[in-house]
């Protein structure tokens, strides 16, 4: 049975994420002054055809780390959820 990983790759705290900081200030400059701060980051959908539940997270966490996001630069989130 497959499963979705559902990825979220948000740059590290420690990093400047400057697209953020322009939808901040975009925002403030809407009129939404009680938002504090904005990051920006990528949410990617991959169907994984097997059987295991531990083999699809396996998967998942290495294309991950391999390709889907830059270890230096950023952070991953995954959740795995089975299709019906």
């Avoid at 400057?18 to 701060?37: F, I």
């Amino acid at each position: 049975m497959p499963y979705t990983a559902k990825i979220k790759v948000t740059l590290r705290q420690s990093i400047l994420d400057v697209q953020g900081k322009a939808v901040e200030h975009a925002l403030k400059n809407l009129g939404y002054g009680t938002v504090e701060s904005a990051r920006i980051g990528k949410y990617i959908e991959v169907t994984i055809n097997e059987e295991s539940r531990d083999t699809a997270e396996r998967i998942g966490r290495e294309i991950s780390e391999k390709l889907l996001s830059n270890p230096v630069m950023e952070n991953y989130s995954l959740e795995l959820e089975k299709v019906n």
